[in-house]
């Protein structure tokens, strides 16, 4: 009997002791799920916004680069500070990557993740590089447009004054059989001014049927019929004339050349633009991939 009450004594103690064990391994696990789920929430809390982060940056540099070629290509309706604003933000976003910082989006935690900063860094600098290319083509096409400017005036005053004397002279020989040959040599050189005029502007503005040389030729065309109407005439109208012809064909190769050289910087801007562009959103891509890869592996 007492060998019996033993027995159950120690049965119970192990029923008790089995029970106990099983309820700390429920505890536990219920511990476990929850400590594990808290991470999750964390890890979703910490490096979603860095997801966020990563396609601003595309999305304000791509936003600037829109409105960059459409304030080059003679859109007036857009500023250029506003480009200058988003590249801003496309720097403010890759920072936020690299140290944190909060903005109206909310707020961003810095990553930890060594693939993820460095990459990001290389981000930075290629933003950088990209925004000092869009100054150099920026003020490259306005420094241009300022050289040529001085050349535009003197031509249109030279043809303005050319085409004004051809006309007094024509007036002041209307009558008169005799004068025919005035009227006639005038005519022509106030025909051929107007069509180099015409032809340079259209040459200036891309059409590459016109060529120079014709232009200029037809300029020289005009010249000696004006020194023709020095002949008949001799006076101080016709010696003008042929100053204005000179200065005139001086302001055309001028024109010309400024548009020449504009052209080549411009080429060599625009391509160093474009590229940086593209290693930008490669670089961008990169990152973004990186950020997902970190969020997965922190998951």
Request: aromatic share 8%; no cysteine; net charge negative.
């Amino acid at each position: 009997m007492f060998n019996q009450m033993k027995l159950r004594t120690k049965l119970t103690a192990a029923f008790l002791l089995l029970a106990f064990i099983t309820v700390l391994m429920g505890i536990s696990a219920v511990y476990f799920t929850n400590s594990v789920g808290n991470s999750g929430l964390a890890v979703g809390a910490d490096l979603a916004p860095l997801s966020d982060a990563a396609m601003e940056i595309k999305l304000t540099a791509t936003r600037a680069h829109l409105l960059f070629e459409e304030i080059m290509a003679g859109d007036g309706t857009e500023d250029i500070n506003e480009v200058w604003a988003l590249l801003d933000k496309t720097l403010w976003y890759t920072d936020a990557i690299l140290q944190g910082g909060s903005n109206e989006e909310g707020t961003f935690m810095a990553s930890t993740d060594p693939v993820v900063l460095d990459k990001a860094s290389q981000v930075r600098a290629s933003v950088e590089q990209f925004i000092q290319s869009a100054h150099n083509r920026y003020d490259t096409r306005a420094s241009a447009a300022g050289i040529g400017s001085e050349a535009d005036q003197q031509f249109d005053a030279d043809y303005e004054a050319l085409i004004a004397n051809l006309d007094m002279i024509i007036q002041a020989n209307r009558n008169g059989n005799d004068k025919l040959e005035i009227i006639f040599e005038a005519g022509a050189a106030k025909f051929a001014l107007a069509d180099s005029h015409l032809f340079l502007e259209e040459l200036l503005s891309g059409d590459t049927s016109n060529k120079f040389e014709e232009i200029v030729a037809g300029i020289e065309g005009a010249r000696n019929h004006i020194e023709r109407l020095d002949l008949l005439l001799g006076n101080a109208t016709t010696r003008q004339l042929l100053d204005d012809t000179d200065s005139f064909i001086a302001a055309a190769e001028t024109r010309y050349q400024n548009g020449q050289n504009e052209s080549i910087a411009g080429s060599a801007v625009d391509e160093a633009f474009d590229q940086e562009f593209e290693a930008f959103v490669a670089l961008a891509d990169e990152a973004e991939e990186v950020i997902h890869d970190s969020m997965d592996s922190g998951l």
